[in-house]
T-cell receptor, first 114, second 113 residues
Framework: DTAVSQTPKYLVTQMGNDKSIKCEQNLGHDTMYWYKQDSKKFLKIMFS???????INETVPNRFSPKSPDKAHLNLHINSLELGDSAVYFC?????????????FGPGTRLTVL | DAKTTQPNSMESNEEEPVHLPCNHSTISGTDYIHWYRQLPSQGPEYVIHGLTSNVNNRMASLAIAEDRKSSTLILHRATLRDAAVYYCILRDVSSGNTGKLIFGQGTTLQVKP
């Protein structure tokens, strides 16, 4: 069983479109995250949800809107896609305070905006 | 945020030990040191973490300097599968219980057969 899964794995779309990426974890964790890895391979956190509540919102354009329907899911919706949104997006989850606990990452979604 | 400094790249031979260094001179007293690695075309995966004492698990060992200003990830016998980018990360204390991890550029480890 995959612990953290993301769909789709690849997403190719035109500028200006709206798209969503879904994430599900079956680990029973209470915290989920979205990270973005750009073309230079830098990984940067975007959002974090704890028990369906937004707790981290980095300086991300408001075209990006995360939604957590329940503790096991954290979806990422992107409006009006731009070329600069092309990246690999990783979902992750953890239980509680990660000073002690590890984060489990999904396989990533490669988004290409043409 | 407390920062870490790692060499951009390192090489190792298969079946030999690898010591991956990390400097974190501005670490605060309650920062935990985490190591993650990212295999090609995969998401990051947890390797090990510690606070003050050396730590061992099935994947690696973590040696932490007495002053905590540096640490070393030790892979006891490198395999080809260990070729990855290794990230040394300090858990962001300011984020409270949110668990934000701040990734640097990491060390790209090449393992030669």
């Amino acid at each position: 069983d995959t612990a953290v899964s993301q769909t789709p794995k690849y997403l190719v779309t035109q500028m200006g479109n709206d798209k969503s990426i879904k994430c599900e974890q079956n680990l029973g964790h209470d915290t989920m995250y979205w990270y973005k890895q750009d073309s230079k391979k830098f990984l940067k956190i975007m959002f974090s949800y704890n028990n369906k509540e937004l707790i981290i919102n980095e300086t991300v354009p408001n075209r990006f809107s995360p939604k957590s329907p329940d503790k096991a899911h954290l979806n990422l919706h992107i409006n009006s896609l731009e070329l600069g949104d092309s990246a690999v997006y990783f979902c992750a989850s953890s239980q509680g305070d990660t000073r002690h606990n590890e984060q489990f990452f999904g396989p990533g979604t490669r988004l290409t905006v043409l | 945020d407390a920062k870490t400094t790692q060499p951009n790249s390192m090489e190792s031979n298969e079946e030999e030990p690898v010591h991956l260094p990390c400097n974190h001179s501005t670490i605060s007293g309650t920062d935990y040191i985490h190591w993650y690695r990212q295999l090609p075309s995969q998401g990051p995966e947890y390797v090990i973490h510690g606070l003050t004492s050396n730590v061992n698990n099935r994947m690696a060992s973590l040696a932490i300097a007495e002053d905590r200003k540096s640490s070393t990830l030790i892979l006891h016998r490198a395999t080809l599968r260990d070729a990855a980018v290794y990230y040394c990360i300090l858990r962001d204390v300011s984020s409270g219980n949110t668990g934000k991890l701040i990734f640097g550029q990491g060390t790209t480890l090449q393992v030669k057969p």
